[in-house]
């Protein structure tokens, strides 16, 4: 169960958690047109707290609204600082934040006519989304045999509810089969995406990733990516197919929630020496000191909050 906070956002109003609920005739609950984000904040070690690349974040929901017609009736610094003064009413030092607008009840059918377009944004405690053993050990992973949506059938840029229904399917899949995550191929075949992880393999001292193809751009991977040539690795953005993850001396999930997640067997094959590998660790280590406000470099990445 989520931890519950005191307020949810909604619509411009802070409202008792358990106050914040919607018609069964919501539209987005019918059809799954809606967006959301997930957003990270970190307690800091000198004092205080940041959300860890908000602007990114709340620019990112609104081009997923766009890419779906929708329209949110505030504008982006609305919506970034209300979700700074709902952390802070909630005293939410460190945790998730799910902002999330939706279609609301009004005329039925697929279109949506002039239905209201709402948004809430909540919070909530919430550690480690693949657990505390797997950053230090890694994940056992799955190839799918739901293929990760093609760019003309659901368009992947956008976090839309509806896309998540691939995810959930293959999630479960990979779960009831004993593995940790699934692996989402392209509709060509080739490597895309977890369920809501973006991927990375490492070999002989070189970082690759999928190109933005079919994959949703994550702001993770955006970031290990600047990170990763700080510390001096080539990356490249390329194709690869299953077999390439299989030979890697490393590979690793990035996203909000996994942060960076060793993967250490793929499909029953174990990926370099089954744990995880130097690269992963040093750009953990790098991700969480930002994170932190350890890296005066990056400061710009964190808005910074206290209450
Ligand atoms: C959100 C998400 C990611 C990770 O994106 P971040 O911006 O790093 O959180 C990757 N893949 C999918 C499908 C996602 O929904």
Not at 172 to 191: F, I, Q, T
Not at 295 to 301: A, C, D, F, L, S
């Amino acid at each position: 169960m989520v931890q519950k906070a005191d307020k949810i956002w909604f619509d411009g109003k802070l409202v008792p958690w358990d106050e914040a609920q919607v018609h069964v005739l919501t539209h987005t609950l019918h059809y799954g047109v809606g967006v959301f984000e997930g957003i990270r904040c970190y307690a800091c070690t000198d004092g205080g707290s940041a959300v860890f690349r908000l602007q990114e974040h709340v620019e990112r929901l609104f081009l997923s609204a766009k890419i779906n017609e929708m329209t949110i009736p505030f504008t982006q610094d609305q919506i970034s600082a209300a979700i700074i003064e709902t952390l802070k009413v909630n005293r939410l030092s460190e945790g998730y934040i799910r902002p999330l607008t939706f279609i609301g009840a009004g005329v039925m059918g697929v279109y949506p006519g002039d239905n209201p377009i709402q948004t809430i944004i909540a919070t909530w405690p919430w550690g480690a989304y693949l657990g505390a053993e797997a950053l230090e050990k890694g994940i056992r992973v799955k190839t799918s045999s739901f293929t990760r949506h093609h760019v003309n059938v659901m368009m992947t840029k956008a976090k839309t509810c509806g896309n998540y229904v691939n995810s959930v399917l293959a999630k479960r899949e990979a779960l009831a089969d004993g593995y940790n995550e699934a692996l989402m191929l392209d509709a060509e075949g080739y490597v895309s995406e977890a369920t809501g992880e973006n991927i990375f393999i490492v070999r002989k001292g070189v970082i690759k990733t999928s190109p933005l193809g079919s994959i949703l751009s994550g702001i993770t991977r955006e970031s290990v990516m600047i990170l990763a040539e700080d510390l001096g690795y080539t990356v490249v953005e390329d194709r690869f197919t299953r077999d390439e993850l299989y030979c890697a001396d490393e590979a690793f999930f990035t996203g909000t929630a996994a942060e960076i997640t060793p993967i250490r067997e793929v499909d029953r094959r174990v990926i370099g020496q089954g744990s995880r590998g130097p690269v992963t660790a040093a750009l953990q280590d790098a991700y969480f000191k930002v994170l932190r406000g350890e890296n005066p470099k990056y400061g710009q990445w964190l808005a910074r909050y206290s209450f």
